[in-house]
Each structure stands twice: as structure tokens, then as C-alpha cells.
């Protein structure tokens, strides 16, 4: 490959990957990302004790550093979001989607409208689950796995709604790329608006409400807390200044001279080397004296029970004889009761907000609903430009869908009314054009007689001039007068003959050049629309060279019930079309017109050897106005003789071709009885 090959090729990441695989790994990077965006900002949230994390002393409380145990958790979520997503999206793709049935296009569209939002809760529910689960693992104190939850799941409620965003487009794309290969494309109805917007809405309000709320008390503690430990730090160093105590008891005896603020306050006295307790009212737990032995100097006796907890101890190193000890006093920053108005509070406003929410999206399913009664009433009318236009009722976008439905209405009227007037015009067209066609049979077809019948008077003229100089003749006999007679009968009779075939083929032309209506309705004989036919379409044979092979199977007295020109009319369309099937003249050019009987129908087949219809003209025949004549045809013949066919005679117009070999057109028509 040449310089100019490698410059113009540029490298796409992931551009081998499915479309689902991509979609995958879009949430998963969502995922991780979001996953250390919490890993950095989770200590701040719960207010975790400064130098205790991803070191070894949280090794030795916890058994794992904060950064591994993040490590694990996003490794084993971003694995899991991966083969979910994978295999939850999988099948849906737009790839040979023209191989697909109707019915498993229906199946990918209805995933598409529903998937979103399974997601949307599967995305809340497993990280929160399996997050629990894995802390339980860690040995995680029950109190700060509890707040770890909410906080997670809040967290990926808010992720929830991102990938939400992202996935969207994908799901989108489907849904238009096969919006018109489905006769339904809207399946049955499943979230209505309001809900969807408390779904996506929801975990915005849940995270916004925790994440105040715990920002909130993460200030608060650590104001207060540092307001508490520095009264209690002072009053110890006043009270134990620099002096050496004979004995550990005598340390003792000040402590408890010390005011406590709050009844819940005790004292608490450990060694500052061994971390054994000397004196407490509570328990105390290993977190907060090996906090205090390793980090004493570094807090100045400001230390914590443990992560994310409420409580904390302000502590003096005092020597005694015996050894240095830490002495002080354990206190709860807040007592348990005084955040249940935040959390009552938090809860009220997050009810209320969703109530509220609900209630706005009501109002705009509401207004769409109304919206879609109208259009649905619109839909049913038979004729739209009866439709009165929908009310303006609000001046958003829901007002401007009204507003332009109203004027797509006027366009649809005013395009019906072109409709109509083009399809009259074609309609017109189509009548002279056949008028036409006629004249040119009946020039023919009444030129013979005519001729005929001025042969005939000519005659009549000779016999009655002979005649007229025998009168008186001697030589002229009786005999000589009949003989004359007989002659110019044989003219009359033949002139009655001609006059007789005329009068025929004027009331075959005269009841296909009126304008068919639905009132033209008739019972016939096969016989009679056979005559009709051959009348008219003799003379186009005749120049095409073209031999009309009948076979009636004894079906003349076969009754039909309905137009009797509209019948002619559809036949001769079809001969015509079989005439120009044949490219070539030839003397074996034929067209087979026969006619069965099957049950109570009868069934007119018209078939030919030519040319044979194009496939893509095939898929087209009677379901469009197509032709292949150029600019010579309109298309209305066969598509008007199908219309015919089914609405007034109620029988059926089918067609078998195959280019090359010929075409053959079935008519049913039910007998009349």
C-alpha cells in the first residue's frame, strides 16, 4: 500500500465489533468511569477518617486498601456490565434485517420500545446488589455497609439514566430503519409519558436528595465535631499541663473531674503503647486505639470509632510512672435522633417532588392523550375533508403539533382535490382513448356494408331502368317480369342483411361510448358480450394479423349480472395488451379466449404467446397505475379493469406471466341466478 493509500485510511477504534459489542462497551467505559468518579469522591461523601486509607493500617483493620477494594468492585461490575448488556442486546441489529419475517421484525421492534427501560432498572439493581454483597466480603461494619448501599444505589440511578441517553440513538436507529417494513409498527401501548418521566426523573431526585443530605451531614459532623474535640482537647491540657503522675489511678482522678457536655459523653483511659484499656464505660473498638497509637501525633488526639461513623474521642498522652496513657473523652458528634428531621424532611421532598412530577407528566399525557382522540376520530371518518380542524388549547409544542396537523389536514384536502381532478382527467383520456380506438373499428367494420350497399342500389337501378323499358314490350313474358322481380329481391334482401350488420355495430359502439356508471347495471349472456367483442375488435385483429381463438364449452345462455360496457370494455383492454404482447407480425399470432364453469362461477381466462410482462411490472400489476408502453399508455386500463372486476361485478382479476412465453388473465365473475 502507497503513502497516499495510508494517509487517506484512517484507523476507527472498535470498527470490527458489532453493533451490540460497541453498544457494550460504550456502557461499560460509562460504567467504569462513573465507578472512579465515586471511588473519589466516597470518602468526602461519609466523612472518612483522614490517614486511613490504601495504606497498612487499613490493611490491618479492614484486610484491603480502599483502592483495592474499588479495584475488585469495578472489575467485576465492568465484566458484568459487558456480558449483560452483550447478551441481554443480543439479536438486536438491523444485519439481514430484509431476510427477517414480519413477525420477528414485530419481536425486534417491541424490544427496542421496551428494553431502555429493563435496563434502566437491572443497571440500578445488580451493581447495588452485587456491591453489597462483595462489601459483606470485605467484612464491612454493618452501619457503613448500609450507607455504602444507598449511596451506591443512588449513584448508579443517576449512571442508569446515562446510559439510558446513550443507548437511546441505538434503539432509535432500529425503530426507524424498520418503521415501514411492519404493518403495526407501534405494538401495543406500554409506558405512557408520565411514567417514563418519573422513571428517568426519579434517580436524578434520589441522588440529588442523598447527596445533599450526606453532604450535609459530612459538614455539619465535621463542624461539630471539631467544635466538641477542641473544648474537651483544651479542658485536658489545662488539667494535666506537663506534669508527671506517680500512678495511672491518679490520671484517672482528673479525668473524671472533667465536665461532660452530653449524658451520652464518657471517658475513656488506654495505654499509649500496649493499647490495653484501663478504664471505660463502653466497650471500646480496636479501630479507635490503633487510630489513636499510630496517628496521635498526627490528629493531636482528635480520633474516630471508624468509617463513616458518628463518633469520636478527643484524647491527651499523659505520662505516668507506669507508662504513657491516652486519656480522654468519647462523644457522639450527633445523637441518633437529631438527623431523623433531615432524613423525615428528605423523604417528604422526595415524595413530594415525584407527586408533583407525576402530576405535571399526567398533565402532558393528558393533553397528548386528548391530542391522539382527536386524530384517532379524525382517522375514522371516511372522508377527511369533512374533518373539522383540531382545537388550539396550549401554546407549547403539543400546541404547535395541533397547529401543523391542521395544516398537513388542509394540504390532504387540497391534494385530494388534484387527485381527483388528475384521476378525471385520466379517466377522460383513457375514454377518448378507447373512443378512438372504436371510431377506427367502426370505419372499418361499416365500410364493408356501405360498399356493399352502394353495389346494391347500383343493381337496384340497372334492374328497375330494365324494367321500366319492357312495359309495353311484346318480346317481355310474365316469366321475364318475375325473373326481374326475383333479382331485386335479392338486393333488397341483401340490403336488409347490411342494414341489419350496421345497426349491430352502432349499438356495440353506441354502449361502450357512453359514460359507465353505477347505474348501467344489467343481466347478459355470454353470447351477447362475445358479440360485442368480436364487433369491436375485429378490425385490430384483422391489421395485427392476429387470430381470436374461441372456446365456449357451451356456455352461451351463461348469465352475468352488471355492466355489460364496463365487461366489453376490461376484454378488449386485455386483447389489446395480448395484440401488443407480440412483437412481430406473424400468421401464428393468437390470442385463446376461453371460458369455464366452477360452482356457481364463471371463469373467462384470455391468454397469449408473447412477450410476457417484466417481474418488476409483475409486482406492480393492479396495485398501481404502471405501464410499459412509454408515453403511449397511461396505466389506467388494467388497474381500472381490476377496480371494475372486484366492485361491480364482486368477482376477482388474477394474472400468470413468465417473460418470453406469454400471459394469461383470469376473470371470475359470479353467474347470475
Same mark, same amino acid.
Given at each position: ?85 452483550? !447478551? ?118 434520589? #441522588? ?63 495505654? $499509649? ?5 484501663? #478504664? ?6 480496636? !479501630? ?53 428531621? !433531615?432524613?423525615? $424532611?428528605?423523604? $417528604? ?126 318480346? %317481355? ?31 356495440? %359502439?353506441?354502449?361502450? $361510448? ?18 360485442? %367483442? ?124 413468465? %417473460? ?14
Amino acid at each position: 500500500m502507497n503513502t497516499k493509500d495510508n494517509k487517506q485510511k484512517k484507523y476507527k477504534p472498535f470498527s470490527n465489533f458489532s453493533e451490540v459489542t460497541k453498544l457494550a462497551l460504550k456502557n461499560t467505559i460509562i460504567g467504569i468511569i462513573a465507578s472512579f468518579v465515586l471511588f473519589l469522591f466516597l470518602p468526602a461523601i461519609l466523612n472518612y477518617p483522614e490517614n486511613t486509607l490504601n495504606n497498612e493500617f487499613q490493611v490491618e483493620m479492614v484486610g484491603i486498601k480502599y483502592i483495592h477494594q474499588c479495584f475488585v468492585i469495578g472489575f467485576v461490575l465492568s465484566i458484568l456490565f459487558f456480558i449483560t448488556f452483550r !447478551f441481554a442486546y443480543k439479536g438486536l441489529s438491523l444485519r439481514d434485517i430484509e431476510k427477517k419475517s414480519n413477525k420477528e421484525i414485530s419481536e425486534l421492534r417491541k424490544k427496542c420500545f421496551s428494553y431502555p427501560y429493563r435496563t434502566l432498572i437491572i443497571q440500578i439493581a445488580i451493581p447495588t446488589l452485587l456491591t453489597a454483597l462483595l462489601l459483606v466480603g470485605f467484612k464491612t461494619d454493618f452501619e457503613l455497609l448500609l450507607r455504602l448501599t444507598v449511596v451506591i444505589f443512588c449513584y448508579f440511578s443517576l449512571f442508569s439514566v446515562s446510559t439510558y441517553i446513550v443507548n437511546r440513538k441505538f434503539f432509535e436507529n432500529i425503530l426507524t430503519n424498520t418503521s415501514n417494513l411492519v404493518k403495526n409498527p407501534i405494538p401495543k401501548l406500554g409506558f405512557k409519558i408520565k411514567d417514563k418521566i418519573v422513571l428517568l426523573a426519579f434517580p436524578l431526585f434520589l #441522588y440529588s436528595s442523598v447527596l445533599i443530605l450526606l453532604i450535609s451531614t459530612t459538614v455539619m459532623t465535621t463542624a461539630k465535631g471539631n467544635l466538641q474535640y477542641s473544648l474537651y482537647r483544651n479542658e485536658l491540657e489545662n488539667m494535666y499541663s506537663d506534669i508527671v503522675l506517680p500512678t495511672p489511678k491518679e490520671a484517672l482522678k482528673k479525668l473524671e473531674t472533667i465536665s461532660l457536655t452530653s449524658d451520652s459523653d464518657e471517658l475513656v483511659m488506654f495505654s $499509649a503503647e500496649t493499647g490495653k484499656v484501663y #478504664y471505660t464505660n463502653e466497650t471500646i473498638n480496636d !479501630f479507635l486505639i490503633q487510630y489513636a497509637i499510630n496517628f496521635y501525633d498526627n490528629t493531636e488526639g482528635q480520633t474516630y470509632e471508624y468509617y463513616g461513623k458518628n463518633i469520636q474521642t478527643a484524647l491527651l498522652k499523659v505520662r505516668t510512672t507506669e507508662g504513657d496513657y491516652f486519656v480522654g473523652v468519647r462523644f457522639k458528634v450527633f445523637s441518633d435522633t437529631i438527623f431523623t428531621p !433531615f432524613y423525615i $424532611a428528605a423523604i $417528604a421532598c422526595l415524595v413530594f417532588n415525584l407527586v408533583f412530577l407525576y402530576k405535571i407528566g399526567s398533565g402532558f399525557s393528558n393533553d397528548i392523550h386528548a391530542l391522539e382522540d382527536r386524530l384517532k376520530a379524525v382517522s375514522h371518518q371516511e372522508n377527511i375533508s369533512n374533518a373539522s380542524k383540531l382545537p388550539i388549547t396550549s401554546n407549547d409544542e403539543i400546541g404547535n403539533l395541533t397547529n401543523y396537523y391542521n395544516k398537513v389536514q388542509d394540504l390532504m384536502i387540497l391534494n385530494i382535490t388534484q387527485l381527483r381532478d388528475n384521476q378525471n382527467q385520466l379517466m377522460e383520456q383513457e375514454r377518448l382513448a378507447s373512443l378512438g380506438q372504436l371510431i377506427g373499428g367502426i370505419s372499418h367494420n361499416l365500410k364493408t356494408p356501405i360498399m356493399s350497399i352502394a353495389g346494391a342500389s347500383e343493381g337496384l337501378t340497372d334492374l328497375i331502368n330494365e324494367y321500366d323499358k319492357s312495359i309495353g314490350d311484346p318480346d %317481355v313474358t310474365a316469366a321475364d317480369h318475375h325473373a326481374i322481380a326475383n333479382d331485386m329481391r335479392e338486393w333488397i334482401d341483401k340490403i336488409h342483411s347490411y342494414t341489419t350488420y350496421m345497426s349491430d355495430v352502432i349499438t356495440a %359502439v353506441k354502449g361502450q $361510448a357512453v359514460t359507465l356508471s353505477e347505474q348501467d347495471q344489467d343481466t347478459f349472456t355470454i353470447d351477447e358480450l362475445l358479440k360485442r %367483442v368480436n364487433i369491436l375488435m375485429k378490425h385490430e385483429l384483422t391489421n395485427s394479423h392476429v387470430a381470436l381463438n374461441v372456446k365456449l364449452n357451451k356456455l352461451e345462455d351463461i348469465k352475468i349480472h352488471g355492466s355489460i360496457s364496463s365487461l366489453v370494455q376490461i376484454i378488449n383492454n386485455l386483447i389489446s395488451n395480448s395484440i401488443q404482447s407480440y412483437k412481430s407480425a406473424s400468421t401464428k399470432n393468437a390470442i385463446e379466449l376461453e371460458t369455464k364453469k366452477l360452482g356457481n362461477n364463471l371463469i373467462l381466462t384470455i391468454e397469449d404467446h408473447g412477450c410476457g410482462i417484466p417481474v418488476d411490472v409483475q409486482k406492480k400489476l393492479f396495485k398501481e397505475m404502471i405501464t410499459t408502453k412509454g408515453k403511449n399508455g397511461t396505466g389506467l386500463g388494467l388497474f381500472m379493469s381490476y377496480s371494475t372486476i372486484k366492485g361491480k361485478f364482486n368477482g376477482d382479476m388474477t394474472f400468470d406471466s413468465e %417473460v418470453g412465453k406469454g400471459t394469461k388473465f383470469t376473470i371470475t365473475l359470479p353467474i347470475s341466478k
